[in-house]
């Protein structure tokens, strides 16, 4: 979506105030867009992120995701967070061991804190995102239904309440099942036959299964899945 900084300097463009759905392009760790949004602050640049969740307590967050240096350890520098990010490490929290179905032990490796890739817990990653953000920056609740181009790299969002916005600058990361990636690539995701099951204590189990065999759990019953 930043293709279209054209013909006005990027500076001016991007001083007409950036409007942000959740995320952008990297999807390599969480809240891309929260994070970008935190890197323009700190630049003195405002922007909005509209959001569907009704509000950032709408869900618990998940297990723990492993920040890599070469990309969400740099987006949390950029964005002044390093300190933050320090905190909330989970030492530790990078051990893996790898069992197979007989519990014979393939891998064993411990987190000595070399690996440069550490745990952190998603929520306070989330946290520490959001609480360094101005408190109007997310306008949760906005769920997008549609996105048009108006021309010269504006676009009207219109959301699930049929309320509509318009953008000078519009980054696109609303997920898997993004709305406005089809305003650049027709790509869809697509189960490539593998899916992994967490549990509580941050296990996964990897099973190959087609997709009509996940179509056939009940997972409205958490006894019988
Ligand atoms: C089980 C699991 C474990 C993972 N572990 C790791 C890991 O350890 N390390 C790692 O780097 N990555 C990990 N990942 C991958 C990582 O979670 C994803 O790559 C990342 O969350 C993608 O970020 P995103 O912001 O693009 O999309 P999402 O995290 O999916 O966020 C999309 C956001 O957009 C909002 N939204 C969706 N549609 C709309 C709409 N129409 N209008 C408004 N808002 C909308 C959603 O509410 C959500 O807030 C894991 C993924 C899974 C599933």
Redesign the pocket.
Known sequence: MLAQLGRRTTQERILRRVEL????G????????IRLACVLHVHGIPATI????PSAEARTQ???????QHN?QLALEAAGLTDEFRAIIHVGGAASRILDQHRTMLLDEPDDGTDGRP?VLRGDVRRILLDSLPDDTIQWG????DASPLGDGRHELTFADGSTVTTSILVG???????IRPLLSGAKPKYVGTV?I?NIVHT?VQLNRSSEWIAGINFTDAVVA
Do not use: N, R
């Open positions: 759905l959740p995320s952008c990297d999807a390599s760790e969480e809240g891309c867009s509209y959001e569907a969740e998940g297990g723990q995701l492993d920040i890599h969400g745990e906005h769920k997008v239904t990361g609303d997920g898997a099942w993004s709305k992994f967490e996964y």
